[in-house]
């Protein structure tokens, strides 16, 4: 089955930490580039980052706080996030592709930054 499941959202206070997972399956997952998107509530979605095989990029509102990466063997990918801020609270989606072309989407987790 072709499916991205994400783990790892929850409630954290600004400044803190969380780690975001992204379980690849019924694809060749090394083969693609990979992205995770946002969305605030009442917002739009919101590009985050996307990395491929040996390069990485990120939003300029989470450049220097977010770091991407990826294990191919075990079709996963991660968002690590620091430093958190209030407006980072979004549901967060991985998704198969470049900003331009994501063909598949996982269901998400929800992420919530507050005191």
């Known amino acids: 089955q072709v499916q991205l499941v994400e783990s790892g959202g929850g409630l954290v206070q600004p400044g803190g930490s969380l780690r975001l997972s992204c379980a690849a399956s019924?694809?060749?997952?090394?083969?693609?580039?990979m992205t995770w998107v946002r969305q605030a509530p009442g917002k739009g979605l919101e590009w985050v980052s996307t990395?491929?095989?040996?390069?990485?990029y990120y939003a300029d509102s989470v450049k220097g706080r977010f770091t991407i990466s990826r294990d191919n063997a075990k079709s996963t990918l991660y968002l690590q996030m620091n430093s958190l801020k209030s407006e980072d609270t979004a549901m967060y989606y991985c998704?198969?592709?470049?900003?331009?072309?994501?063909?598949?989407w996982g269901q998400g987790t929800q992420v919530t930054v507050s005191s």
């Open positions: 990395v491929y095989s040996d390069n990485d």
């Open positions: 998704a198969k592709g470049t900003r331009e072309d994501l063909s598949l």
């Open positions: 019924g694809f060749t997952f090394s083969n693609y580039g």
